[in-house]
């Protein structure tokens, strides 16, 4: 194929994984991993260089969006980056330590079966958990509101330590095995911490830059960044996270969570098959 | 300064730092495809990129030479930056809000950071 043909294909290709990504809060790496990899052949080195990449491009390009209206919430995203930053170190040291092929099969596992639960509770936003705010998240001023169709929404949190906790496993696995801590952010905002679903992918959306650039220096100084792959999918990527960020205002939160549930139980397949073929 | 006013400056600085790394990496692009659009390439062995491509100071370099490869990767590197400048900016605004607790935190968050990239 010629570098011409190529980059016009991966345009395309990112386009919509951008567009998912910023949907979703996961970032463009679960569509693009798979795209390069089995599409167009392409060593799954190159594959994490251009995924990572696209994570932070899908982060940046869509929280200017989100953060500027409102829908992520930085007090809870620069809290819980705190367990993101330092479980990536771990995961990162881990490699070689814990069998990487076993914790992608026991992730993907998870991922399945969070799929199934999220299907099941995908009308969950019509009634709010009433209990009152966890008063760890009074005293650090997390409460605040989102923008919705009726006006901005007030909104409670619930659970920050588990939601902490919960985290650090995300930035660990990410360190470990490179990809899907996106899938874990947006879990532990939505399931453990009760937060409203635009919240949680926003912010988890808000939050993935940061984890991915901790581990960029490393990608670019083993060379894993190849310049003419990476470009359309760079530009392809920031375009289509742009263009979610606009059609994320007018979605209802149902269909995003169909939308989340189908990524996450590919994702889940992904982790599931690498694991078993020890390919990771 | 509020919240609020918080969101919105972060807003523009990631906005403004995604257009820039963009432009740049089109600007390679165009560059790497006028001259090389026609060649055939295959990424189904991984050879790890040459050393030129690998380090800031060495992508510097390359600019200056005004390779394509190398203004793509210069591109690279701002958009990588992006979300760090994002940590940093955020610890500067905390302070300035006399939020003791938050301006810890993130500049926390910004030491893992930048440990974990040096290493």
Known sequence: ?280 | MSDRAMEILLGNLLRLGVILAGLVVLLGGILELRHHGGDIVHYSVFQAEPWPLRSVGSVWQGVLEGRPYAFIQLGLLLLIFTPILRVALSALLFARQRDGVFTLVTLLVLSILLYSLSH
């Open chain 1, 1 to 280: 194929m010629s570098e011409f043909e190529l980059t016009s294909l991966l345009f395309l290709g990112s386009l919509l994984a951008g567009l998912v990504g910023a949907l979703t809060g996961l970032g463009g790496g679960v569509l693009l991993v798979p795209l390069l990899v089995l599409g167009f052949k392409v060593d799954l080195h190159y594959a994490l260089g251009a995924s990572l990449i696209s994570v932070i491009a899908t982060s940046s390009g869509a929280a200017s969006a989100y953060v500027r209206e409102g829908y992520s919430n930085l007090r809870i995203g620069m809290f819980l980056e705190i367990a993101t930053t330092l479980g990536a170190l771990l995961g990162a040291y881990l490699v070689g330590i814990l069998p990487k092929n076993w914790v992608a099969a026991i992730f993907g596992v998870v991922l399945l079966y969070s799929a199934y639960q999220s299907f099941q509770d995908r009308h969950k936003e019509s009634r709010p958990n009433p209990r009152p705010s966890d008063p760890l998240a009074v005293r650090l001023k997390m409460e605040s509101s989102y923008p919705t169709p009726q006006g901005p929404k007030a909104y409670k949190v619930h659970n920050v330590l588990g939601g902490l906790g919960l985290m650090g496993v995300a930035g660990m696995l990410s360190g470990l095995l490179g990809i899907g801590s996106g899938a874990v952010k947006v879990l532990a905002m939505d399931r453990v911490m009760g937060l409203p679903y635009k919240v949680s992918t926003t912010t988890s959306n808000f939050m993935i830059g940061v984890t991915a650039a901790a581990s960029a220096g490393i990608y670019l100084s083993r060379g894993y960044i190849d310049p003419a792959l990476t470009m359309p999918v760079m530009l392809g990527v920031l375009l289509g996270s742009l263009t979610g960020a606009r059609i994320l205002t007018q979605a209802a939160p149902a269909r995003l969570r169909l939308l989340f549930v189908a990524v996450i139980a590919l994702l889940g397949i992904q982790m599931v098959y690498q694991g078993l073929r020890g390919g990771v």
